[in-house]
């Protein structure tokens, strides 16, 4: 069973200009979530999705949006880039929203660079 | 707000001895806890989840361990190995006021086994 994978790994932008990076969850998962990395804030909650619908979101800015498609893929894109959204993103997945029984699986993240 | 501390930050131990790292968290109204490992530049690999109701799980040489009125969890690795070293990250899912629920996660403690 293939696991969560994100495209691109890499990506390198520049101040201003936005990014749109992608996840596609385990089969049969539905719940997408996605989580900013910095070495100085460490692991921070940024949404979940889940049935193509913003369920949770955490504390960032506007510029930070998403959306999950039918197939439960799903989208983050980050507008006017800031050198401070350089980070690693996570998405990670499970097999419904709002189970405490839910074990979430981790991509391999997109390590975004901005210049 | 749910706060998750991890002590120690960091650590290095020799080839074969048994380790404990410690995980500790604010609020005792959790619904699980779930113990990861990080590999530098990568995702997440989820190690072990307790739900609230249990008090330790185990996997192989990792045993992890729950107590919720205390708002502490800790992961035992038996006979260390230089495999084992990465950064492990523990995180508890907290219920919002939204109703909905979210991973909050520690600072990670970084493990080095010298060979």
């Known amino acids: 069973k293939a696991g969560v994978t994100q495209t691109p790994r890499y990506l390198i932008k520049t101040r201003g200009q936005q990014v749109t990076l992608s996840c596609s969850p385990i089969?049969?998962?539905?719940?997408v979530s996605w989580y900013q990395q910095t070495p100085g804030q460490g692991l921070q909650f940024l949404f979940e999705?889940?049935?193509?619908?913003?369920?949770n979101k955490g504390n960032f800015p506007g510029r930070f949006s998403g959306r999950q498609f039918s197939n439960s893929r799903s989208e983050m894109n980050v507008s006017t880039l800031e050198l401070g959204d350089s980070a690693l993103y996570l998405c990670?997945?499970?097999?419904?929203?709002?189970?405490?029984?839910?074990?979430?699986?981790f991509g391999p993240g997109t390590r975004l660079t901005v210049l | 707000k749910q706060e998750v501390t991890q002590i120690p930050a960091a650590l290095s131990v020799p080839e074969g001895e048994n380790l404990v790292l410690n995980c500790s968290f604010t609020d005792s109204a959790i619904y699980n806890l779930q113990w990861f490992r990080q590999d530098p530049g990568k995702g997440l690999t989820s190690l072990l989840l307790?739900?609230?109701?249990?008090r330790e799980q185990t996997s192989g040489r990792l045993n992890a361990s729950l107590d919720k009125s205390s708002g502490r969890s800790t992961l035992y690795i038996a006979a260390s190995q230089p495999g084992d070293s990465a950064t492990y990250l523990c995180a508890v899912k907290v219920r919002e006021n939204t109703g909905f629920q979210k991973l909050v996660f520690g600072t990670g403690t970084r493990l080095l086994v010298s060979p």
């Open positions: 307790i739900q609230s109701s249990q």
């Open positions: 999705y889940f049935s193509e619908t913003q369920r």
């Open positions: 089969s049969g998962h539905r719940s």
């Open positions: 990670a997945s499970s097999l419904a929203q709002g189970s405490s029984y839910n074990e979430q699986f």
